[in-house]
């Protein structure tokens, strides 16, 4: 499991996702928002939008919220956000890519490079670290879905790529242009996912210490604490007793 995964357990387990509640629904409305602009305001009938609702849905995002920020879409007023990536470095060279969505880009580099900055990092070019991870598609069930070999069975059989389960669940990856195909064979079998996204998965990592970990986990909570920020993704490795000594804390 990479570092960043074990760092969003902690988050779960320390209850900090209840307090961040309202800045995740207004992030997963901006994405909403997004997807229903650049497509047709129909889930069924635009692939994103159908995902974007789909994880409002898993993470207990209110109805209304959802439809308003379909309808937001339609609406002249609405802001006119545009995707941006950024790659740097943090602590120890760990690799790190901020996706965002903002309606003002000079606002968000300058708090992402301030975020790396402080952290003893440094922002990069756009490339500088992406050849370290692949795009793919990630699938996310809970552990009560099925155990690791009907999740398996049925992962094979959507034409998934992998399969990593565990006590907090499964995740499953798949060629990131076939994960609308994947989730929807998955769904027949397993019934909705708690997640469904196009993540950057590394493909090399970097083992880190304690001091390191705690260090890298701050910048990336810094980083997702910014309302531009929609994810996060690094590719830092620590042990798990590393992990379950930070998650304690």
Same mark, same amino acid.
Not at 26 to 52: C, F, H, Q, W, Y
Not at 151 to 171: F, K, P, T, W, Y
Not at 187 to 202: D, F, N, Q, R, T
Not at 213 to 234: F, G, K
């Given at each position: 499991?990479?570092?960043?995964?074990?760092?969003?357990?902690?988050?779960?387990?320390?209850?900090?996702?209840?307090?961040?509640?309202?800045?995740?629904?207004?992030?997963?409305?901006?994405?909403?928002?997004?997807?229903?602009?650049?497509?047709?305001?129909?889930?069924?009938?635009?692939?994103?939008?159908?995902?974007?609702?789909?994880? #409002?849905? =898993?993470?207990?995002?209110?109805? $209304?919220?959802?439809?308003?920020? *379909?309808?937001? %879409?339609?609406? /002249?007023?609405? &802001?006119?956000?545009?995707?941006?990536?950024?790659?740097?470095?943090?602590?120890?060279?760990?690799?790190?890519?901020?996706?965002?969505?903002?309606?003002?880009?000079?606002?968000?580099?300058?708090?992402?490079?301030?975020?790396?900055?402080?952290?003893?990092?440094?922002?990069?070019?756009?490339?500088?670290?992406?050849?370290?991870?692949?795009?793919?598609?990630?699938?996310?069930?809970?552990?009560?879905?099925?155990?690791?070999?009907?999740?398996?069975?049925?992962?094979?059989? #959507?034409? =998934?790529?992998?399969?990593?389960? $565990?006590?907090?669940?499964?995740? *499953?990856?798949? %060629?990131?242009? /076939?994960?609308? &195909?994947?989730?929807?064979?998955?769904?027949?079998?397993?019934?909705?996912?708690?997640?469904?996204?196009?993540?950057?998965?590394?493909?090399?990592?970097?083992?880190?210490?304690?001091?390191?970990?705690?260090?890298?986990?701050?910048?990336?909570?810094?980083?997702?604490?910014?309302?531009?920020?929609?994810?996060?993704?690094?590719?830092?490795?620590?042990?798990?007793?590393?992990?379950?000594?930070?998650?304690?804390?």
């Amino acid at each position: 499991m990479s570092g960043h995964s074990q760092f969003k357990n902690i988050m779960h387990r320390k209850g900090r996702q209840d307090a961040m509640r309202s800045k995740m629904f207004s992030k997963l409305a901006r994405e909403i928002t997004v997807a229903a602009k650049l497509g047709v305001p129909d889930p069924a009938m635009n692939a994103r939008l159908r995902l974007a609702v789909q994880n #409002a849905r =898993a993470q207990s995002m209110p109805k $209304d919220n959802i439809e308003r920020a *379909i309808k937001k %879409a339609a609406g /002249n007023d609405s &802001e006119n956000y545009e995707e941006v990536r950024y790659e740097g470095y943090g602590p120890a060279g760990v690799a790190v890519i901020v996706e965002a969505l903002t309606d003002n880009r000079n606002r968000t580099a300058s708090n992402v490079r301030a975020a790396f900055t402080k952290a003893g990092g440094a922002l990069g070019e756009t490339g500088s670290v992406g050849f370290m991870f692949n795009r793919v598609g990630e699938i996310v069930y809970k552990p009560e879905a099925g155990d690791a070999d009907k999740v398996m069975e049925a992962a094979i059989e #959507a034409g =998934a790529d992998d399969v990593q389960s $565990d006590e907090d669940g499964h995740v *499953i990856t798949c %060629a990131f242009e /076939n994960v609308g &195909e994947v989730s929807k064979a998955l769904e027949a079998a397993l019934g909705e996912a708690e997640s469904v996204k196009v993540v950057w998965k590394p493909t090399t990592t970097t083992p880190i210490d304690e001091e390191k970990a705690e260090s890298v986990l701050r910048l990336i909570s810094t980083l997702e604490e910014d309302e531009d920020v929609q994810n996060v993704y690094a590719n830092f490795e620590v042990s798990d007793e590393v992990m379950a000594k930070l998650a304690a804390e």
